[in-house]
């Protein structure tokens, strides 16, 4: 996988909902702790190699994705977390987040700013660890909250309501401006306000 970088890349992403659906189902839920541990580790190079942004995208676009990672995040054993830290981290720093896994991170977003400052402490070694966690922290502080995220919601289907509904010809915009549907005021040759058909 490491030496033919571009043709893993096209192969994973022709068979992607196979490869994920029986990778997740078998390697990531295994209930052996090695091959738990690197198919997580794995996963996550897959992920963070340049040649699979494709196949990154694709992933992190899942809710199911992201409660798998999460999920690792809470594992019973230190270096599942710490390797699922790494798949969570990916879905955190996507601009792009899909609708679903947006809703996911804001309904969790304080559950999230208590865990992870706490989240592996006994690494205050590993410098690059602490900057990523502290990073994500920043961007799920940037997330909305729930009460903000509802009201978008709703701020944004009222303005689909509005584009929705039907706007009126150029003739229908004239005959309401001028009144009457139809019927047009001629003050001049008629006197004033004496209608015409």
């Not at 304080?110 to 992870?116: A, D, G, I, M, S």
């Not at 590993?126 to 995220?149: C, G, H, S």
């Not at 709703?154 to 139809?182: T, V």
């Amino acid at each position: 996988m490491n030496i033919h970088k571009k043709l893993v890349a096209h192969f994973l992403l022709i068979n992607f909902d196979r490869f994920v659906q029986i990778y997740n189902r078998v390697l990531m839920n295994s209930a052996s702790y090695v091959t738990k541990r690197q198919s997580i580790n794995l996963l996550s190079a897959l992920l963070l190699e340049r040649t699979n942004y494709s196949l990154m995208t694709r992933y992190v676009e899942n809710a199911d994705n992201l409660k798998l990672a999460m999920n690792l995040l809470k594992d019973d054993r230190r270096m599942v977390n710490y390797e699922g830290f790494h798949i969570f981290k990916v879905f955190v720093a996507n601009p792009q987040k899909s609708p679903a896994v947006l809703r996911i991170l804001v309904q969790n977003r304080e559950k999230l700013l208590k865990f992870l400052p706490t989240f592996l402490e006994d690494r205050k070694d590993d410098v690059q660890f602490e900057d990523e966690k502290a990073y994500l922290v920043r961007m799920i502080e940037n997330l909305p909250t729930a009460a903000q995220a509802a009201a978008q919601q709703q701020q944004q289907g009222h303005q689909q309501q509005q584009q929705q509904r039907p706007q009126p010809n150029s003739d229908q915009q004239q005959q309401a401006l001028n009144g009457h549907g139809g019927l047009v005021s001629d003050g001049a040759a008629n006197g004033p306000g004496r209608l015409i058909a």
